[in-house]
């Protein structure tokens, strides 16, 4: 089976790249490099530079014979959406239209998507299953939401059929030290906390600490990158035995608070790490984590690499260097 993999040079795409070649996929990955890296590409893998919003570019990449996409290429950061959303709006929204028109016009009928729990919003009701309501509190979030809706229509439309993974909190490093590339500028928890670490910066801010949780900060639940990475290789296989389109949530149903990561980074690291409380940042829903019950029961999937102590560890094997 033939993959084009878009956005696969990125944090998540090479781990998902390298899951695809360890199960004998061929795979092709369209990417743009902006925040993807060279050192993350893989030998057995053929490497297309380009961009989602160049339709003649990524027609090229859909016509040599693809028989599925995994589409991750997007904008990511919340607290950016609320800032810039016409980045997101660009990237997220024309971005995946462009790439559901282009499978259309050479016949590409399988997609897994990379959708995210930011299309919960603030939760009624915890873990989140995915019968909980959409209300997406983040632009970011509400992109991701739009587009499922958009899945939807395509695959009673066009016959495309999808599996959309709605990731929580991804985090980790490939354990072997396959994936090295670090991310230029993170927005997201845990790098700032590795950088805060090993010296990059001198510190950082914690987004609120008046909220109602156990010690006042967010809670959030953190699944390792190569559990993400599992999930998409079984959303393929689940597509060339099924007819039918899922959305399923990827998490491991644990909450850990902002300052449980960095104390527990302090502990495994040996590295002081300097904070300091600021404003909660917009777009931030205080406590979610996700019910995963029903990627076991149609994937067979569950996270096995998701222990906070191997997130920590195997992120830092990177960022220590
Ligand atoms: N945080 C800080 N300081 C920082 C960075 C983050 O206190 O410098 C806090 C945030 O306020 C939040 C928590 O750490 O409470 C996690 O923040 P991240 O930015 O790492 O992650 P988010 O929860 O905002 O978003 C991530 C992904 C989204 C996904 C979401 C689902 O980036 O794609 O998890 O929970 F939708």
Redesign the pocket.
Known sequence: MHVLVIGGAGYIGSHVVKNLLKNNFQVSVFDNLSTGKKINFFDKADYIIGDILNKEELDAAMARNVDAVILLAAK????ESMETPELYAQNNICGTVNVLNSMCKHNVKKLVFSS????YGSPVYLPVDEKHPLNPI?F??FT?YDMEKYFEWYDQLKGIKFVSL??????GYDENGDVRGLEDNP???????MEAANGTRSG?????ND?DTRDG?????YIHVSDLATAHTKALSYLNTSSESQILNLGTATGIT?LE?IKKTEELTGKKIS?EF?P??A???AV?TASAQKARDILGWKATHSDLNNIILSTWNVYKE
Do not use: E, H, W
């Open positions: 990511k950061a919340v607290g995210s729990a930011a299309v983040s970011y979030g991701k709605r990731y929580f909190n991804a985090v927005q997201n928890l845990l790098p700032i906390v950082l801010k914690i987004f609120g909220y900060t967010c809670i959030r639940d902002v990561m904070y600021a909660r940042r777009g931030d829903p979610i």
